[in-house]
């Protein structure tokens, strides 16, 4: 596996405070994604980044930000958590073109009390 | 928008049976990879099929994909309780420039 790390691995937090989760890789991957994954739902795309920068939406973007500095840093930030917002949160990183496969961190547990 | 559905969403065959997930997309594909997610774990690349009608295979898991682009197929000949997980499609588009997950199908094989 890619060296892909998450941070925390897991966290409960209350409705209405910010949070931010964390994916570091080692394998300098162009691309890096957050998605998160819910029972019936398969996993949903939030942000992705394709360089240092340089992010785009996906398609569940709404109460999320992402950030990027580093190329091997990708932030998730949850404004003002919600209730919806409990979820199992994957980051995956890809690389040299947007069609490759993609490589998955351990992934997050978060809960929104 | 761009969907990417898969049947079942869940099956359970003893072990020795075979078992096969379908996968559909409302769109054509520029690609389509499958991933296998053991419980617990997270998702773990298998395969990625290119080509209008290839076929693929790995030990005893073949991949199909569709003369359309707009299906592809992977079934598991003689199944084994390494096999359990969810298996899931993800299909690429150019025009989306995105990858679009299908939503898995669980797999349950006991003895």
């Known amino acids: 596996d890619a060296g892909i790390t998450q941070s925390p691995r897991h966290k409960v937090t209350e409705t209405g405070t910010p949070v931010t989760l964390r994916c570091h890789q080692t394998?300098?991957?162009?691309?890096m994604y957050w998605y998160r994954q819910d029972p019936g739902h398969g996993l949903r795309l939030i942000h992705y980044s394709y360089g240092v920068k340089d992010t785009d939406k996906g398609e569940v973007s709404d109460g999320y930000s992402v950030s990027r500095s580093k190329t091997e840093d990708f932030l998730l930030t949850l404004e003002s958590a919600t209730s919806s917002q409990t979820s199992v949160y994957f980051c995956?990183?890809?690389?040299?073109?947007?069609?490759?496969?993609?490589?998955f961190g351990p992934g997050t547990r978060l809960t929104v009390l | 928008g761009q969907q990417v559905m898969q049947i079942p969403q869940y099956q359970h065959v003893q072990e020795g049976e075979d078992f096969t997930t379908y996968c559909n997309s409302s769109t054509t594909l520029s690609n389509i990879q499958w991933y296998k997610q053991r419980p617990g774990g997270h998702p773990v690349f298998l395969i990625q099929l290119v080509k209008s009608g290839e076929v693929k295979k790995q030990k005893r898991l073949t991949f199909q994909f569709g003369e359309a682009k707009k299906n592809s197929s992977l079934h598991i000949t003689a199944t084994q309780t390494t096999d359990v997980g969810t298996y899931f499609c993800a299909g690429f588009t150019g025009t989306a420039s995105k990858l679009t997950f299908g939503t898995g199908t669980r797999l349950q094989v006991t003895l």
């Open positions: 995956a990183t890809g690389g040299a073109l947007l069609a490759n496969e993609q490589f």
């Open positions: 394998e300098n991957h162009r691309y």
